[in-house]
């Protein structure tokens, strides 16, 4: 499969569309960062299972597409969590474990 560098799919639109889908299922969350690891390690294997649904089952392109933007957003709200972390300790407000 050729990497289309973003031509056929809006990567900030379907993050922003699954982020507010994910605010209004479970409001705004606060979990260790080994519980959002699991979290999208269970939505990867989601992803795994609707790629191999539609390789081997003829299972539904949109299914793989909505495991993968999922898996997106979970893994983009990890880096924002770490970055704001970062700011915080840059600005002298918090101090973490390293």
Not at 26 to 37: K, M, R, T
Request: net charge negative; with cysteine; hydrophobic share 35%.
């Amino acid at each position: 499969m050729l990497d289309l560098c973003f031509a056929v799919l809006d990567p900030g639109k379907e993050v922003q569309a699954e982020n507010r889908r994910q605010l209004d299922k479970w409001g705004v969350q606060n979990h260790s960062c080994f519980e959002w690891l699991a979290y999208t390690t269970e939505e990867l294997g989601e992803l795994s299972n609707a790629i191999s649904e539609y390789y081997y089952r003829k299972g539904d392109r949109e299914s793989v597409v909505k495991e993968a933007i999922q898996v997106a957003t979970l893994a983009l709200k990890i880096a924002e969590m770490y970055r704001h972390i970062q700011f915080l300790e840059t600005e002298g407000l918090c101090q973490t474990k390293k």
